[in-house]
């Protein structure tokens, strides 16, 4: 039988702020770009060497290691009831270009050291607990976000187009995969597939990337939806020519046609109305790119999310009538709309924002609803467990820049809070 086992020491119990800011530091240094910025892409150099890093931390706190096909990597406390379907936690370590040293790092090493509390507590977990970090959070290299996540929450479609995915320098993924030792002779990435029910519980720990809770001065926010992504991919031809020598009415520009379009996203977002639609061109290519040669071809990714699905899905639409206009009345040709990814978006789970907020009562940390406007691998999660995620405030809500900052204090209250939730949960 299994014994109630008091929290009481959980209350108590200190975080190890400075290894853990240790922690983060010596993370940030695995880095392609030069600091303040942080730039780790997935499966190369400095993503290898920052597994290692992860792998090492989550076996010297005992947890047993595991790695699918794709490098999500599994650490594991067992329970007294290791039948029992485990509480997991966890986020990503890569970094989009220029970006900072918080975003996903926290939710992993976070969770690692939320794992070394409940150890110094005397904890022992009924249900196992589960500490995961995810393969490529991030879109950057091969133009696909959330790809551990969406994967292990089933999707076909993922596994399929991944057999044909290359990056920009065109290695497959499949050999970028190799290079970093997984995915070794294997096409069929249905092994990283979870079924639902695999888990009790996903719990995330994030910093908010966005200015809510060090405005109002508060320590926790319990996350209870997360926004729907959609993501484009667009690309105009025309015939290019001399920059002096085409007059403008023989013109077909493609940069103008991807301009046009730019500003027509804008255009559209703001139509909605709502405060809560958002779109941004993130990147824009123009080719050949010389000053005296009109764009022959352009290449747009459109990033538009929403907490309502069905406005962005009006916004997504608009898109695409627009691009075919532009291209009608440029006479460019719109040689692709692919969208890449059209997301509904997730619902924390009842049970787990309670169980969060009374950690933060326990704890004496003021905490606020709110919801995430950037996407997380909790929104896949989702797909295949209850789900919920803790934010904390960082500086002026900035992310995605080498200017994102949490503190350790702030940073420490979260791994407590995570802590004490997954102990609540561990015992459900
Ligand atoms: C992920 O980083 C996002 O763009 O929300
Ligand atoms: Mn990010
Ligand atoms: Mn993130
Ligand atoms: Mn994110």
Redesign the pocket.
Known sequence: IHEPQSQDSLLSLSVDSEGLQKQIDELSTLSETPAPSVTRILYSEKDVLARRFIKNLMGLSGLSVREDAVGNIFGRWDGDEPELAPVSTGSHIDAIPYSGKY?GVIGVLGAIEAINVLKRSGFKPKRSLEVIMFTS??PTRFGI?CLGSRLLAGSKELAELLKKTVDSQNISFFDAARFAGYANHLQDLTSVFLEKGSYSAFIELHIEQGPILEEEATSIGVVTAIAA?ASIKVDFEGSGGHAGAVLMPMRNDAGLAAAELALAVEKFVLESGSIDTVGTVGILELHPGAINSIPSKSHLEIDTRDIDEKRRNVVIEKIHQSALSISENRGVKLSEFKIVNQDPPALSDDLITMAMESACQELNLTFRKMISR??HDSLFMARISPMGMIFIPCYKGYS?KPEEFAAIEDIANGVRVLALTLAKLSLA
Request: net charge negative; hydrophobic share 10%.
């Open positions: 975003d959070e991030e976000s992504p950037a996407y995605h």
